[in-house]
């Protein structure tokens, strides 16, 4: 059984003992950080000293703190420090390289080139610091014809042929999906897991790399099923193999305008779908074809259609058939299963226990609040080696 969160702040965490300097915003960069936090590396946030990180004030902050920064923001950055700095000005982009020689990882996700014009980029910082890990996280990739074209989810997702496919069949246009594929599944899980293998290559060779993690084409290659589809010979958009061209996978709408998963793709839950519905007629009818399946999927739709969800999650509860609700975030945000593991909806809510990393039977997660702007400028600057005159210098100029 899953024990609850755990702060990854002691030496037994995995990445115990890495140091990763933070200059991206928003959700990609921050959340691929933050899962480094989890896995317990230092996470040293370096904002501007003008708007900063500015998912601060995207949306809300958590029930009873009016004045803090929202959950997104909170969600994102907890359990790192926080650095001010001008990097426009010759002390701060000394600041920063002066901090890179005992980083283990820098990540940016400006547009390619912004850090070499500084100064910054990772030849500069490869010469104070070979073993330094420099994850670049960008739209389309440091080369190519729109290298410097600016995006975000839905672009990415359009020009990898991916949003063509969320729509169903007869759909007027793409549905929009409330996941963002592209800043998460394309920018912060394979930013995350690019550092973690650099890093231990690093510690083999002593020779850090340059990662160039493009969002729009991790999507790209990741968007499986079209991709391997004989050329030219992709089914329409609804009518794919898993995008509803089975009957035995898809989604069924219920007569109280819910929704039932069904995901009975073997053989074997087919069969335990067909005899929980009282069809035992239908389980050896998975080789139909052409007009015969597409009648074989309007019974399902109209068995489906006649009872309410509530009648069918009761009747799936305890059938190993791959058949769940469609639930809402709210819904999820209650389920048994996730409350069992340690996902506690409030806690979800305010991004203090969103952790995906179990290890040992621990969920582990980084402790500490979010970060205000600039919180631990002195402190960092003086664990660095910084003397005390320094840090006062750099404050009263406004570089920190």
């Known amino acids: 059984m899953t024990r609850p969160s755990s702060p990854t702040s002691s030496a037994a965490a995995p990445l115990h003992g890495v140091r990763v300097l933070d200059l991206t915003r928003l959700l990609p960069g921050p959340l691929a950080t933050r899962h480094l936090a989890d896995l317990g590396a ?26 803090s920064d929202s959950r997104f923001f909170r969600a994102l950055n907890r359990g790192k420090r926080a650095l001010r700095l001008d990097l426009k000005h010759p002390l701060g982009k000394a600041v920063l390289r002066r901090l890179a020689e005992s980083a283990d990882v820098l990540v940016e996700s400006f547009r390619p080139g912004v850090m070499d014009r500084l100064g910054l980029g990772y030849e500069a910082l490869k010469a104070v610091n070979p073993r330094l890990v420099y994850c670049a996280i960008t739209g389309y990739g440091q080369d190519g014809p729109w290298r410097d074209l600016a995006g975000h ?48 290559g690093a510690r083999q060779s002593g020779q850090g790399r340059m990662l160039d993690v493009a969002m729009a084409e991790v999507v790209l290659t990741h968007h ?10 992709a089914a329409p958009r609804g009518e794919e193999m898993l995008t509803g061209g089975l009957p035995w996978y898809g989604v069924y709408a219920t007569q109280d305008g819910r929704h039932l998963a069904v995901g009975a793709l073997e053989a074997k839950f087919w069969a335990a779908f067909c005899a929980t519905v009282e069809r035992p007629e239908w389980a050896g009818q998975q080789h139909l074809d052409g007009a015969e399946r597409d009648a074989l999927r309007a019974a399902v739709a109209d068995l489906i259609a006649s009872r309410p969800l509530a009648h069918w999650a009761e009747r799936f509860a305890t059938v190993d058939a791959c058949v769940t609700p469609v639930l809402t975030p709210e819904e999820a945000l209650h389920l048994p299963q996730f409350q069992a593991r340690g996902l506690a909806g409030d806690e979800l809510r305010s991004g203090a226990a969103a952790s995906p990393f179990v290890m040992d039977g621990v969920r582990l997660t980084a402790g500490g609040e979010p970060p205000a702007p600039g919180q631990d400028s002195r402190a960092i600057l003086l664990d660095a080696g910084f003397a005390m005159d320094e840090v006062d210098g750099l404050l009263a100029q406004g570089i920190l």
């Open 42 to 67: 230092e996470i040293i946030k370096i904002e501007d000293t003008g708007a900063g990180d500015y998912a601060r004030e995207m949306g809300p902050p958590p029930p009873g703190l009016r004045d």
């Open 153 to 200: 989810d839905l672009n990415y997702l359009a020009v990898s042929g991916v949003l063509e496919r969320t729509a169903s069949t007869g759909a007027v246009q793409p549905a929009i999906p409330s996941l963002q594929i592209g800043d998460l599944l394309g920018g912060a899980l394979p930013a995350a897991l690019s550092i973690v293998a650099a890093l231990y």
């Open 224 to 233: 499986m099923t079209p991709l391997l589809a004989e050329a030219g010979a």
